[in-house]
């Protein structure tokens, strides 16, 4: 018995590793890491899943902002994180779409202001007014340059959020960034 437990659980481990490399195969091209800094994402302030996949995210623990300041872990009434996510992309690829996934949580009168772009570009400045738990999903597409030589691509993600009113407070949850791409003809 035990040991047909344990060739079941040998060829379940085979299936996976195989499934895992079929899908490295079909995802040539990636997100190589996220480096972080800010205000709102001290070094060691957020948990990176994701490198060296399509998906990346970082899901963030002081990343807020109060007014009053003191009721924020940030001590502040408005704090910024900025984003260096470098993209391989192979020879023979391109990225075809980019889309950014933010969840936030807010109460009262804020604002989440992003803007993504490539080196040597700026982006479309996005804001947002809400409250309650929500999501916003941005395309990245317009800010995006890939052709098809290969090489490192350096998206750049500039976000900063911010408590306007009185007894307001806003907390930047989880950033994901997602992307697809597409051979060359």
């Known amino acids: 018995m035990k040991k047909s437990i ?16 079929a899908m490295a195969k079909k995802a040539p091209v990636y997100f190589k890491s996220m480096q972080f800094a800010g205000t709102g994402c001290k070094l060691d302030s957020g948990t990176v899943t994701g490198k060296h996949t399509s998906t990346i995210a970082i899901r963030f623990d002081k990343y807020n902002a109060a007014n009053p300041s003191s009721a924020a872990t940030s001590d502040m009434q408005r704090t910024a994180c900025s984003f260096t996510v470098p993209i391989h992309v192979p020879s023979g ?9 933010w969840q936030v949580y807010a109460k009262g009168s804020t604002e ?21 738990n929500y999501t916003r999903h941005d395309s990245l597409t317009d800010t995006l340059w890939s052709g098809c030589a290969g090489g ?4 750049r993600v500039n976000s900063s959020v911010r408590a306007i009113g009185k007894h307001s407070y806003i907390k930047m949850k989880k950033l994901l960034l997602h992307l697809h791409w597409k051979k060359c003809q």
Request: glycine content about 6%; proline content about 2%; charged content about 20%.
């Open 6 to 21: 344990a060739v079941a659980l040998a060829a379940a481990s085979i299936v996976v590793l195989v499934e895992v490399e």
């Open 93 to 101: 690829f391109r990225v075809s779409s980019m889309n950014a996934t």
């Open 112 to 132: 989440l202001i992003r803007e993504s772009f490539t080196a040597g570009q700026r982006g479309k400045e996005r804001k947002t007014r809400s409250t309650g």
């Open 152 to 155: 490192t691509m350096p998206l």
